[in-house]
DNA sequence: TGTTGGCACTCCCCGTGAGCGAGTGCCAAG
DNA sequence: CTTGGCACTCGCTCACGGGGAGTGCCAACA
């Protein structure tokens, strides 16, 4: 184990490597930090953390800079989450009021996350899985073309166009409707399935097929949406990521890009808290000198979705999770609202 | 005006600067293309393009590269539309073909435009000032809270949620339902104002209230949207915009993150075909190293949004001209088959 | 055993200068 | 108007050489 001093030492060198960008030696580091002891001593202490894999040099006699091993390090028993000044917290809350639907707070939110923590911010919408049906809605556009509407707690609404094998009567669209609504309203999506599943025997013989059909497309719906849609903003923050340009920068907007990679990033999040994946712990090659602070949000005591950021490795930790933590309340506390 | 040669000396400078990204001196210029003349000959000519201001010497003793005003001028009077492979236009069709609903449609295009011309792709969402209704849907989610549902012919739907003033019966509803619906359906959301004017006098007096603040929805509904949506991407291939990074990249990623500027961007191109602006003449200056190439698409005959690329100024007009037009045709069918 | 100052050493970084070569502008001749 | 010739410009590359920040090691000291 390390000593208490040496792990100051690196949380010095993690804060002043964030701050500058630059490799720091060890007179540096006695001058800017009250350690007490020499740049010797401080020396002898990064050949230990060099042979431990906290920190590396760039070139021999250069300063010295975190490895991946070192932020783990450095977030697990280190950092705490920076609270957000109150200004900030205002401002958050300000910004989000004014939200009108979910378009809009979750547009709102990326933007808000982007430019608090000046990172690439990405924002799930409400899972389906987990929300509650608040109402179900079934229109006759032509006699057998039908259109069903989902609509969710979380404020929601999923269509589907569906092609009836028969003509279905509006007294039946009626009674389907009001059947299905009594059933599945208010309950988990999750639950759906089995609530509706004998529902077609209840009908008349010619008109079980239309019902099934519909049922199938509903089903589906629940399904296919599971695949979430996420929205990404500040994507210019990349920028600010690092000097070795064109080569850092391409694959991470690719990563970006394809949002299956980020649904499973912020999937793979299991912590109740907050998640911080560094470096190589993501498993998506694009974003290796990426890291990535996720976390969950809900309306009520769970979480619905994930939000987060898309930083460099050589961010500031504790403040970037102050900001991730806080919005993602107050996100919860205004879809709880809605 | 300039002789025929010259013109044709310009032409050689663009696609040889589009290829090699490399200023062109006037030997290259012989070498790769059949002029008939000597290089000296063309380095009379290109003084004459340079006083002219199409185009201009990094650095004294070094080749030339087009300006905005050479680039204008190539694809007003010397490029044509390069029309696609058949292939291509296979890969389209196959690729748009999937395609279940308007936000598939879009996203499809939207990544098939990026991979066809390899630059940053923006497709507006069909704007529903243009489109007429499918069908409106109120719902009761509770005495006093309705849900308004519109669903266009493009296929879009938006939902209000509604406070009503007043409880509302179901039967009202019902008929307020129906009514508005046969009154509206089919019509262009620019003439529904007109429409439902006088919808209210035809209610009792203790509904009337209810109604007026439902038709105050819908028609807000109709403003409020023409603030159009739309979707970016292939952002991963401003990379290949140009070598001198920082700066030129990141004033593009921040215009694309304002998606009320490519809106304007797109609304600018009131030409009924194609429209191209050319580095400065972009109004917004973030892009003014850019170059837009735009199109209206439609389901009919009619546009309903625009769609088109942002690439860097040096760029291969013909073919992204013709990739930009080829899929506005595709997506304009998609949406009138749907 | 841990800490400290001293010291030689290693390299990165940066400015300088030379040589190269692609490209130009001009001119005189065809 | 076109062409070949020619001197000139200037960006690019590379080698050379301090300067400096930082290191590792060692011997001395608490």
Chains 1, 2 share one sequence.
């Not at 021999?60 to 783990?72: E, N």
């Not at 917290?89 to 923590?117: E, K, P, S, W, Y």
């Amino acid at each position: 184990m390390l000593s208490e001093r040496r792990l100051e030492v690196l949380r010095a060198i993690v804060q002043d490597y964030v701050g500058t960008e630059e490799p720091v030696g060890s007179k540096a580091l006695t001058e800017r930090h009250k350690l007490g002891v020499s740049p010797a001593t401080v020396r002898n202490d990064m050949a230990v953390l060099e042979d431990e894999g906290f920190i590396a040099q760039p070139h021999t006699s250069a300063g010295r800079i975190p490895t991946d091993k070192g932020y783990r390090l450095f977030v697990d028993k280190l950092a705490g989450v920076k609270p957000l000044s109150s200004p900030e917290r205002r401002a958050i809350q300000n910004f989000l009021d004014g939200a009108v639907d979910l378009d809009d707070v979750v547009g709102r939110t990326v933007r808000l996350l982007a430019q608090l923590t000046r990172q690439v911010a990405v924002v799930q919408y409400p899972s389906l899985t987990r929300s509650t049906v608040r109402h179900v809605e079934l229109l006759a556009l032509a006699p057998a073309r039908l259109m069903l509407v989902l609509i969710t707690d979380t404020g929601r609404v999923e269509q589907r166009m569906i092609d009836a094998p028969a003509p279905f009567g509006e007294t039946s669209l009626a009674d389907l409707r009001a059947r299905l609504n009594s059933r599945i309203v208010g309950r988990r999506f999750a639950d759906v399935p089995q609530l509706v599943q004998d529902l077609p025997d209840s009908f008349e013989q010619e008109d079980r097929g239309v019902v099934s059909t519909v049922l199938a497309t509903l089903l589906e719906t629940l399904v296919e949406e599971t695949e979430e849609r996420l929205m990404i903003g500040g994507t210019a923050n990349i920028t600010r990521f690092g000097h070795d340009f064109p080569l850092t920068i391409r694959p991470v907007l690719e990563a970006l890009e394809e949002h299956v990679v980020l649904l499973k990033l912020l999937g793979e999040a299991k912590d109740p808290g907050m998640t911080v994946r560094i470096g190589h712990e993501n498993a998506h090659e694009g974003l290796n000198s990426t890291s990535v602070v996720a976390v969950g949000y809900g309306s009520g005591d769970e979480a619905v979705a994930k939000l987060g950021v898309v930083g460099p490795t050589r961010m500031d930790y504790p403040g970037t999770m102050g900001a991730v933590r806080a919005v993602a309340r107050y996100v919860g506390q205004i879809l709880a609202e809605s």
